[in-house]
């Protein structure tokens, strides 16, 4: 697992913002645009940190606030995962999504079959597309 799921930049140099609130507002803010779905798995903390540059402890804070915050949840061993949106339909859609995603890969199929298999079930369920 990498930063590039995350997208995340940290400005070492910011007087006004320490590193573990840029990572936490980064986060939040994929989240809430929809780009990180419950049940995504993040990076641990000793990975991530090695990629952003950033001591452990920095991003063990970050995990914490965002924790008690309720939009990650660890579950031990297993690592981190994204655990709300906020909106309890689109937690749901995005576990039902991730769990797809593991499902087509355990099973060996591309994500190209997984996406048309996808479009394929919106439109036997969509009868404007009948």
């Known amino acids: 697992m990498t930063t590039d799921l995350l ?6 140099d910011s007087a006004s913002t320490p590193p573990f609130e840029q990572l936490r507002l980064a986060i939040m803010s994929r989240v809430q ?14 990975k991530l940190a090695e990629d952003l540059g950033l001591a452990p402890n920095t991003v063990a804070r970050t995990y914490r606030e965002l924790e008690q915050d309720g939009v990650i949840e660890t579950r031990g061993r297993q690592g981190s995962f994204i655990s709300s949106t906020g909106d309890p339909t689109r937690d749901r859609a995005g ?36």
């Open 7 to 12: 997208h995340i930049a940290i400005d070492h």
């Open 33 to 46: 645009a929809g780009e990180l779905v419950a049940g995504t798995r993040i990076p641990t903390v000793r």
């Open 95 to 130: 576990l039902a999504a991730t769990e797809y995603v593991a499902e087509v890969r355990r099973l060996g199929l591309t994500d190209a079959d997984a996406v048309e298999l996808v479009v394929a079930a919106l439109n036997v369920q969509d009868p404007a597309n009948a």
